[in-house]
């Protein structure tokens, strides 16, 4: 069974940071591409970051510079450390694993940035 969690999100005032992790399990996390999506209220799903297994990144246009994504296969885990946050990156994140056409998901993890 494939499980996904989150964790580390939380409330924080603009221009603060949070760091997401995500711990996989029911996979072999080192052969996954891993990531993250955002889904703010009366939004569409869009991508957060992602980086393959060979440790390639891939970022949205609005979190470049700002949020960085690594991963540790050691520990099964995918970081997201978010710097310089704004009310516009106040959404629900959630994990993904990807490998091939399967692709799972994690619970999600609510970031509030508000002052």
């Known amino acids: 069974q494939v499980q996904l969690v989150e964790s580390g999100g939380g409330l924080v005032q603009p221009g603060g940071s949070l760091r997401l992790s995500c711990v996989a399990s029911g996979i072999i996390f080192s052969a996954n591409g891993m990531g993250w999506y955002r889904q703010a209220p009366g939004k569409q799903r869009e991508l957060v970051a992602e980086i393959s297994s060979a440790a390639i990144t891939n970022y949205g246009d609005s979190v470049k510079g700002r949020f960085t994504i690594s991963r540790d296969n050691a520990k099964n885990t995918v970081y997201l450390q978010m710097n310089s946050l704004e009310p516009e990156d106040t959404a629900v994140y959630y994990c993904?694993?990807?490998?091939?056409?399967?692709?799972?998901w994690g619970q999600g993890t609510q970031v509030t940035v508000s002052s």
């Open positions: 993904f694993a990807r490998r091939g056409l399967a692709t799972y």
